[in-house]
C-alpha cells in the first residue's frame, strides 16, 4: 500500500461560486499554495507562501465533510504541484463535479477530461502577458471555458483580437471580467455590445456580496 501523496494547502472553504458559467452554486473551494506568476491585480498573494502539507486522503476527506457536490480546485497556481493532477482525478472517481481554475502558463494536457479547465489568459496589463501557453487551446473543448481578466481598452481590444485570429469563441465559451476598481463594469458592458462579441461577462459575485474577505 503507498502513501497518500501530499499537497501544500491554502484553505478549503464552502462559498457560492462567483464566476464561470457555474456562478451562484454552493461550492467547495480547495485553494493550493503556490503560483509561479505574478499577475498585477492578484487578488489571492497570500496563497503564494502561506498553507499547511496535507495528504490527498485527508483533504478529500475535508472535502465530502461539507456535504456539497461541486468543487473548484483553484490557488495560486494549482497546476504548479505535480500532485494537482491526482487531486482532480480523485475528486472525479469520488463522484463531484470539477472545475480548475488556471493561469494558462501551465500545460493542461495531462488534466482529467472529466474536468472542467477554466483556463485564464493574461492581457498585457497584467504584466505576465508573455507566460500565455497558447498550445493549451488544442487541449480545450466545449466542456471547457477561457477567462479574460480587462483592466482597460488596450487589454479589451487585445483580447478581441485574440478571439478573432485564434476562433476561441468556437472552442469552448470565452468570459471577460473588468480588473476590480479599474475598469468600470458597464464600460466593459458596452464594449461588448457594440462589438457583438459572443462572450459572457461576468463579475466577481462573491465580491459583490461579501468584498475581498479571504475565504468567501
Given at each position: 500500500m503507498t502513501d497518500s501523496p501530499s499537497l501544500r494547502l491554502t484553505e478549503v472553504f464552502l462559498s457560492l461560486q462567483g464566476e464561470t458559467s457555474r456562478?451562484?452554486?454552493?461550492?467547495?473551494?480547495?485553494?493550493?499554495?503556490?503560483?509561479?506568476?505574478?499577475?498585477?491585480?492578484?487578488?489571492?498573494?497570500?496563497?503564494?507562501?502561506?498553507?499547511?502539507?496535507?495528504?490527498?486522503?485527508?483533504?478529500?476527506?475535508?472535502?465530502a465533510g461539507y456535504g456539497v457536490p461541486v468543487v473548484c480546485v483553484t490557488g495560486g497556481e494549482p497546476l504548479a504541484q505535480k500532485n494537482c493532477l491526482p487531486l482532480l482525478t480523485a475528486l472525479c472517481d469520488a463522484g463531484y463535479s470539477v472545475s480548475l481554475e488556471t493561469s494558462g502558463a501551465l500545460d493542461?494536457?495531462?488534466?482529467?477530461?472529466?474536468?472542467?479547465?477554466?483556463?485564464?489568459?493574461?492581457?498585457p496589463e497584467s504584466g505576465e502577458e508573455a507566460r500565455n501557453r497558447w498550445e493549451?487551446?488544442?487541449h480545450l473543448?466545449?466542456?471547457?471555458?477561457?477567462?479574460?481578466?480587462?483592466a482597460n481598452r488596450a487589454d479589451y481590444e487585445w483580447a478581441r483580437q485574440r478571439i478573432l485570429e485564434r476562433k476561441l469563441a468556437q472552442v469552448c465559451p470565452v468570459l471577460f471580467s473588468p480588473v476590480q476598481a479599474e475598469l468600470p463594469p458597464a464600460q466593459l458592458a458596452e464594449w461588448i455590445l457594440?462589438?457583438?462579441?459572443?462572450?459572457?461577462?461576468?463579475?466577481?459575485?462573491?465580491?459583490l456580496l461579501w468584498g475581498n474577505t479571504p475565504g468567501k
Open positions: 456562478a451562484g452554486l454552493p461550492t467547495v473551494f480547495i485553494r493550493l499554495s503556490g503560483c509561479p506568476l505574478r499577475c498585477r491585480w492578484c487578488d489571492t498573494p497570500y496563497s503564494f507562501q502561506a498553507g499547511e502539507t496535507v495528504t490527498l486522503d485527508s483533504l478529500l476527506a475535508r472535502v493542461i494536457g495531462k488534466v482529467d477530461p472529466q474536468v472542467s479547465r477554466i483556463v485564464d489568459i493574461k492581457p493549451n487551446i488544442a473543448t466545449p466542456h471547457d471555458e477561457i477567462k479574460f481578466v480587462l457594440a462589438d457583438k462579441l459572443p462572450v459572457r461577462m461576468q463579475m466577481q459575485m462573491h465580491k
